[in-house]
Structures are given as structure tokens and as C-alpha cells.
């Protein structure tokens, strides 16, 4: 079973802060996916990354930057947290077969005071 | 680019009653076809896909779903649900550039009553 996992559940920082989010997968899959989830807008990609130390913007990457440094391991910056970043976040990681399907982990509900 | 349209944001059902969830998409080349349900304080989990051949694909849970390309379709339904069914469900494409990115939909809510 393909395991992707999310170093928190629930996250409270302040207005400000520096928040690392952490994403480990299990299966030796070369791509990993950060998604934001809010409420009638569906998932939204902030950044991906093909290999190590490989990253690429996805649709909203302002005020978010990544890090892979390990093929499992992903990690999602917020370099100076806002409240307009408090929303639920997931990761998630595809082999590219089949056909691109992506496992996700149980995401990570922050919020931002 | 790809883009994703749920056509239904909340749909209420009575138990043992039959559900379809629409979904159309955009694409200039074809694409992969996926659903995507999320219940509640979990992540996604994949229902079913549709990548090529049959355009009805059955996944799990007695879902199923039918690829229609000249209406750029692919709609979800169950026959009879259950209160488990309860939970989000979502749209994805993806298009066969090689790129590996899933556009998704807003996401539609089933709730299921007895």
C-alpha cells in the first residue's frame, strides 16, 4: 500500500512565522504534488517537483517556496505566514504510471492568526 | 491547459436512491479521466479512472462512471448509496503531455439521508 504521509494534522502559528510543512511517501515515486484545499474552489497546485532537488511553480506559488532534498521527503515553506494562507493543505506524490494517478495524504489543516 | 467543471456543488440523497455527479472538461488534446472521493478529515483516495478502451469504467464501492468525448463528459453514478457514501467527490484531468499535473474540480457534496 502506498503510504503518503503529512507531519501534522492541525497547525496554529501567528501572522508572520516561518511554517514548514512535511510530506514523506513510501513507494519510490519521482513526483511530488503540493495541493491547497478551500471550500468551492477545489485543489489548487502551489508547487510539484519531477525529481530531487527539482521543483516547479504551480498555479498560486506566491508566498510558498518547496524543498526536496530526498526523493521522499517534500517539503512546503511559508517564509512569512498570512491569514489568507489558513486553509488545508495536501500532498501528494505519482509514479507517472499509471497514467499519472496520485496518492494523497491526509492533509494538513493550518490556520494562521 | 485543461480545466474541470463540477456542474453540481451539493447533492442531497435519500438512501438506496441513485446519484450522478457531472463533470465536463476542456482540453486540447485528450486526456486521463479521474474521481476522486474525500471523506470527511481524510485525504483523497482515487474511485476510478478512465485512461483508454471501455468509455464505462467501474471502480470501487459499485461506483462507475462513462467517458463521452464528443460531449467532454465523464459523470459519476451509483445506483444505490449508502450513508458512507457521504463524503466529497471530485473531477480530475490530466492531459497526455507527460507533465504529470491533475486540473480539478470545485468538487461536488453528497449527502446521503436516511
Known amino acids: 500500500d502506498v503510504k503518503v504521509t503529512q507531519s501534522s494534522r492541525y497547525l496554529v502559528k501567528r501572522t508572520g512565522e516561518k511554517v514548514f510543512l512535511e510530506c514523506v511517501q513510501d513507494?519510490?515515486?519521482?513526483?511530488m504534488f503540493w495541493y491547497r484545499q478551500d471550500p468551492g474552489l477545489g485543489l489548487r497546485l502551489i508547487y510539484f517537483?519531477?525529481?530531487?532537488?527539482?521543483?516547479e511553480k504551480g498555479d498560486i506559488p506566491e508566498g510558498y517556496s518547496v524543498s526536496r532534498e530526498k526523493k521522499e521527503r517534500f517539503s512546503l515553506i511559508l517564509e512569512s505566514a498570512s491569514t489568507n494562507q489558513t486553509s488545508m493543505y495536501l500532498c501528494?506524490?505519482?509514479?507517472?504510471?499509471?497514467?499519472?494517478?496520485?496518492?494523497f495524504g491526509p492533509g494538513t489543516r493550518l490556520t494562521v492568526t | 491547459a485543461q480545466s474541470v467543471t463540477q456542474l453540481d456543488s451539493q447533492v442531497p440523497v435519500f438512501e438506496e436512491a441513485p446519484v450522478e455527479l457531472r463533470c465536463n472538461y476542456s482540453?486540447?488534446?485528450?486526456?486521463?479521466l479521474f474521481w476522486y472521493v474525500q471523506y470527511p478529515n481524510q485525504g483523497l483516495q482515487l474511485l476510478l479512472k478512465?485512461?483508454?478502451?471501455?468509455?464505462l469504467v467501474k471502480g470501487i464501492n459499485g461506483f462507475e462512471a462513462e467517458f463521452n468525448k464528443s460531449q467532454t463528459s465523464f459523470h459519476l453514478r451509483k445506483p444505490s448509496v449508502h450513508i458512507s457514501d457521504t463524503a466529497e467527490y471530485f473531477c480530475?484531468?490530466?492531459?497526455?503531455?507527460?507533465?504529470?499535473?491533475?486540473?480539478f474540480g470545485a468538487g461536488t457534496t453528497v449527502t446521503v439521508r436516511a
Open positions: 513507494m519510490d515515486h519521482e513526483n
Open positions: 501528494a506524490s505519482s509514479s507517472g504510471q499509471p497514467a499519472y494517478e496520485q496518492y
Open positions: 517537483s519531477y525529481d530531487v532537488k527539482m521543483k
Open positions: 480530475a484531468v490530466s492531459d497526455l503531455r507527460g507533465d504529470y499535473k491533475l486540473s
Open positions: 478512465y485512461l483508454s478502451g471501455s468509455t
Open positions: 482540453s486540447s488534446v485528450s486526456v486521463y
